[in-house]
């Protein structure tokens, strides 16, 4: 009876640290159908100048900082590949309000047909533990396919976290896409929002 109690015991030791080390699957990579995605190496992590949030970047990406009075935004992109290989991405905090509700849904498809875009795929989810809202549209520009997708996450009041990142070509799209949907994961929002 006590050597069962003993390899149970165990047993139970080994399952909760196997599944703690686990990244948590987010409900944005739910959403959207990434919840399988190749693990990305050598990042690094870049901090915004207004230290509101750290990204993780690809150590070779080309990544920019910029920041005035009302936001701070990090680009980030694969300089080396074709633009149809690869994807930019557009990261900022605005001081600014937002409800992330219906009305926002709306605007956002307005500003989509307005640019001759065709929304995919829209969703209200928690991301960590705040409110958000991510669409998916699709167009042309430069006379390639063009994919961008739209990340609105509240931070509180006054602040709001929006992710744009552009795909051009459908090239491997859904890879190229649950790859965005990893770095989007590993952003890190400082507590001082």
Known sequence: MKHLFSHT????????????????????SVNFSCENTTILKNLESVK???????????KHWN??????????EIFSADTIKSLSDTYIMDYSVISNTININEELQKKVK????????????????????????????????????????QYYVKLNEEKYLLIKTEFYGDNDFDSRFCESISLI????????N
Not at 14 to 23: D, H, N, R
Not at 48 to 58: L, Q, S, Y
């Open 9 to 28: 015991l165990l047993s139970l030791s080994i399952l909760i640290f196997i599944t703690s080390c686990q990244e948590k699957t987010s409900e944005l």
């Open 63 to 72: 990544t920019k900082l910029y920041y005035d009075n009302t936001q701070s």
């Open 185 to 192: 994961n590993k952003i890190k929002i400082h507590k001082n």
């Open 48 to 58: 915004d100048f207004k230290n509101n949030f750290t990204i993780k970047t690809p």
């Open 110 to 149: 307005q500003k989509t047909q307005d640019n001759a875009m065709e929304t995919i795929k829209e969703s209200f989810h928690k991301f960590k533990e705040f409110d958000a809202f991510a669409n998916l549209s699709k167009g042309t520009s430069r006379g390639m396919d063009l994919h961008v997708f």
